[in-house]
T-cell receptor
Framework: DAGVIQSPRHEVTEMGQEVTLRCKPI?????LFWYRQTMMRGLELLIY????????DSGMPEDRFSAKMPNASFSTLKIQPSEPRDSAVYFC???????????FGPGTRLTVL | GQQVMQIPQYQHVQEGEDFTTYCNSS?????IQWYKQRPGGHPVFLIQ?????EVKKQKRLTFQFGEAKKNSSLHITATQTTDVGTYFC????????????FGSGTQLTVLP
């Protein structure tokens, strides 16, 4: 199994630009999670999906952030417009069921100039 | 709100010394998971504890869940340089739609 796949691995963009992060969960996993990791705030859950349906998006910082999961094998996290304070590593994780262990992808390191 | 406190934030040990990190919650947890993140890497699941007072071992690692299910610890015996990384606990609260609440992590440095 390839594990959770994320793209791009690194993204450098300018303030105001739209950023789209992509995730392919492990096949057969029903739950998908988006996290953000920074030195200041640690690892924060942004949103999670169960069977492609968003269950809890209370961690999404503001309306500039949106996430979709159009099918069981693909999810996106979009930031529009991006700001320098959005610079962080964004992880996608999936689990077989929502209470099981989570498998993290390699992360996308986002830098907003 | 629901928060998992983890201490210490940093720990430097000499290779061969023991290491312990602690997690505490003000309210009862359903279960707690532990993850390890190597420098530049991503969190990797280590173990899940569910029962009150549960103790699990993985080679040199010992995990404990408190009797009140409000605290947990990870103890590493005789650290090795391969143990370097950040160790996170992540608690799940009963009746909460929220998933895991991660502690702030303990960054372990092992000096050869």
């Amino acid at each position: 199994d390839a594990g959770v796949i994320q793209s791009p691995r690194h993204e450098v963009t300018e303030m105001g630009q739209e950023v789209t992060l992509r995730c392919k969960p492990i096949s057969g996993h029903n739950s998908l999670f988006w996290y953000r990791q920074t030195m200041m705030r640690g690892l924060e859950l942004l949103i999670y999906f169960n069977n492609n349906v968003p269950i809890d998006d209370s961690g999404m910082p503001e309306d500039r952030f949106s996430a979709k999961m159009p099918n069981a094998s693909f999810s996106t996290l979009k930031i529009q417009p991006s700001e320098p304070r959005d610079s962080a590593v964004y992880f996608c994780a999936s689990s077989l069921r929502k209470d099981n262990e989570q498998f993290f992808g390699p992360g996308t390191r986002l830098t907003v100039l | 709100g629901q928060q998992v406190m983890q201490i210490p934030q940093y720990q430097h040990v000499q290779e061969g010394e023991d290491f312990t990190t602690y997690c505490n919650s003000s309210t009862t947890l359903s279960n707690i998971q532990w993850y390890k993140q190597r420098p530049g890497g991503h969190p990797v699941f280590l173990i899940q504890l569910v029962k009150s007072g549960e103790v699990k071992k993985q080679k040199r690692l010992t995990f404990q869940f408190g009797e009140a299910k409000k605290n947990s610890s990870l103890h590493i015996t005789a650290t090795q340089t391969t143990d370097v990384g950040t160790y996170f606990c992540a608690g799940r609260y009963p009746g909460s739609a929220r998933q895991l609440t991660f502690g702030s992590g303990t960054q372990l440095t092992v000096l050869p």
